[in-house]
């Protein structure tokens, strides 16, 4: 049986496909994981997870731009890698965020159309008594 991933394992994979060089396809990315998570996961594994196959989608887009390098010695190199993974992850997180958004406004149409009114969706979590 396939092993299911933790949102430990998902974010591991996520910063992954953020840092990724080269090119990215689902078999390489199944190879990479196989170490940093105990096992090697099917394609569909990991895409039926919404971060994972956003982030993939994302840096494959990325990727399509062709982002070249140059000839840095090695500080840059580092300096030049980091800064590309957080780029990565900072427009993944927009895409992530407008999501959100997106659904968030769906949300706040049909509470509307089913009469839900804001005072009803403020109310408080009830308290846990343990």
Not at 18 to 25: R, S, T
Not at 43 to 67: D, P, V
Not at 76 to 104: D, G, M, T
Request: hydrophobic share 35%.
């Amino acid at each position: 049986m396939a092993k299911h991933l933790t949102s430990r394992d998902i974010a591991i994979l996520v910063n992954q496909i953020d840092a990724w060089e080269g090119k990215l396809g689902w078999d390489a990315l199944c190879d990479v994981a196989a170490p940093l998570i105990g096992g090697r996961p099917t394609r569909q594994t990991l895409s039926s997870h919404g971060q994972i196959k956003a982030a993939f989608g994302q840096k494959k887009l990325q990727l399509k731009t062709g982002f070249v390098s140059t000839k840095r010695p090695p500080s840059l190199n580092i300096a030049e890698q980091r800064i590309r993974r957080l780029e990565s992850e900072n427009e993944r997180l927009k895409a992530e965020n407008s999501n959100l958004l997106e659904r968030f406004v769906k949300w706040q149409y049909n509470a509307y159309k089913h009469g839900v009114t804001k005072d009803k969706l403020d109310v408080e979590l009830p308290k846990i008594d343990r």
